[in-house]
């Protein structure tokens, strides 16, 4: 007796994809990327880390260009200048490990001897550089190889670096939270060079209570469009249009996903 099992109707499948394809999109619609860099929803841009890299080694880097590229002048500000990043923030955090690590916010809270552990406001460091680096050491829940099942740390995975700016666009001020998803799934070695002891700080120093996502939309204030892709930006002394076209790259980082995806239901659809 032979059994066969029964292909998928292409009706079905059809459906099937078409959802595969909408998470796809969703998932990756929202990083505009112009030649390798990612154009936040303010004036900061992130140079690193890029979308779902994986993370591991001493520290993460976080390097944010603060000029728009030379568009906008650096700081310090006059008190009314006209368009400027006023402060920016950063947290790491997961909604599957519960945790909500400050990486920097510009106080000494947590500093306790480690470099750029949230010590210094971003925008002041590195004078005369558009482009600020904070290497942040990895807490030492973050210490093992692989993801979170290959070992006995529960910290690793997936994660959200997030960039929190108040800034400025012509005289109006704004707010955003931009959600940048990394993978902690490199080795993290016991040890540090950001530390004169070579200890890592604790989880729980540099932990937050979490905010859902709901709390997090309420709290911000977006400009209309992005700033440098349309419109125009005032500098005080000058007004410089920035549209920009034939620049815009949608989730390059994440295009290999729904090609996988799709061979794996063609593949479905000719067994």
């Not at 728009?68 to 008190?79: A, L, M």
Request: glycine share 8%; proline share 6%; with cysteine.
């Amino acid at each position: 007796m032979v059994t066969s099992l029964a292909r998928p109707s292409l009706p079905r499948a059809l459906v099937l994809f078409c959802l595969i394809f909408t998470a796809c999109v969703q998932a990756i619609a929202s990083f505009t990327i112009v030649n390798g860099q990612i154009y936040t929803p303010g004036l900061a841009i992130i140079d690193a880390p890029q979308p779902f890299t994986p993370e591991g080694g001493d520290f993460l880097q976080v390097a944010i260009d603060i000029s728009g590229d030379g568009r906008i002048p650096q700081p310090p500000y006059s008190p009314n200048v006209e368009t400027g990043i006023l402060n920016i923030t950063i947290f790491l955090f997961s909604y599957v490990t519960g945790l909500n690590l400050t990486i920097s916010n510009g106080t000494s809270y947590g500093c306790q001897g480690f470099q750029n552990a949230g010590c210094e406001e971003i925008m002041a460091q590195e004078s005369g550089s558009t482009v600020k680096h904070v290497n942040w050491a990895w807490p030492e829940c973050f210490v093992n190889d692989g993801d979170k099942d290959s070992g006995d740390s529960s910290a690793r995975g997936s994660y959200n670096v997030s960039i929190h700016q108040s800034f400025r666009i012509n005289g109006t001020g704004f707010y955003t939270i931009f959600n940048l998803p990394i993978q902690v799934t490199n080795s993290i070695p016991k040890t540090t060079q950001l530390a004169a002891s070579r200890t890592r700080p604790s989880c729980d120093l540099r932990n937050n209570s979490l905010q859902n996502q709901t709390s997090q939309d309420a709290s911000v204030s977006f400009p209309s469009s992005q700033p440098y892709l349309g419109g125009a930006l005032s500098t005080g002394a000058e007004t410089r249009n920035q549209a920009v076209a034939g620049m815009l790259v949608l989730g390059r980082s994440a295009t290999g996903f729904p090609i996988l995806l799709i061979t794996v239901l063609i593949s479905s659809l000719t067994w």
